[in-house]
T-cell receptor
């Protein structure tokens, strides 16, 4: 069954605006990762946050993790047209399995 | 240099046929994976190999058989293809599976079964 679920399914924003997407999961995790997928391409790793961390930054990306609520959020600040892609959260379970959801499709309008 | 490469990129075939997808990684990683992405973009793990040994085998029909001749290669053979097998299949690798760290993905192989 699906572990991570992203919300919203789709997001359309103006260039320069911030984009926020959320991920909820069901079981305990070792870490949570976010990936980006451009249309017709493979997934690219963006950021990893461990279960004992609450927030992490990487460039224009900010990830939060709330293990008590079993949820995470990804914030992309000052979005650009090149940020148009699908974003996936992936949960690393204690059995070493990395489970993905169906992603959030982000469209950044010029 | 492509880190994780899959061939073929596109595969169109008739129901009932047998087909293979090959994957190679040049990152020196110990662990390789096959994921299936359906038309709704949901990505589901199928298999995982660590140093040629099968460590994850999800509920996948027996028609799917992975094979890892060495730790740099993980191939996927599919027998008696069905319409529902149409999807994009991604190969991925990671350094050490016990850390469940970053996965490096190939560009995908789009399989269409007619």
């Amino acid at each position: 069954s699906q572990q991570g679920e992203e919300d919203p399914q789709a997001l359309s924003i103006q260039e320069g605006e911030n984009a926020t997407m959320n991920c909820s999961y069901k079981t305990s995790i070792n870490n949570l990762q976010w990936y980006r997928q451009n249309s017709g391409r493979g997934l690219v790793h963006l950021i990893l946050i461990r279960s004992n961390e609450r927030e992490k930054h990487s460039g224009r990306l900010r990830v939060t993790l709330d293990t008590s609520k079993k949820s995470s959020s990804l914030l992309i600040t000052a979005s650009r047209a090149a940020d148009t892609a699908s974003y996936f959260c992936a949960t690393a379970e204690p059995n070493y399995k990395l489970s993905f959801g169906a992603g959030t499709t982000v469209t950044v309008r010029a | 240099d492509t880190a994780v490469s899959q061939t073929p990129k596109y595969l169109v075939t008739q129901m009932g046929n047998d087909k293979s997808i090959k994957c190679e990684q040049n990152l020196g990683h110990d662990t390789m994976y096959w994921y299936k992405q359906d038309s709704k973009k949901f990505l589901k793990i199928m298999f995982s190999y660590n140093n040629k040994e099968l460590i994850i085998n999800e509920t996948v029909p027996n028609r799917f058989s992975p094979k890892s001749p060495d730790k740099a290669h993980l191939n996927l053979h599919i027998n008696s293809l069905e319409l529902g097998d149409s999807a994009v299949y991604f190969c991925a690798s990671s350094q050490v599976y016990v850390d469940t760290g970053e996965l490096f993905f190939g560009e995908g192989s789009r399989l269409t079964v007619l």
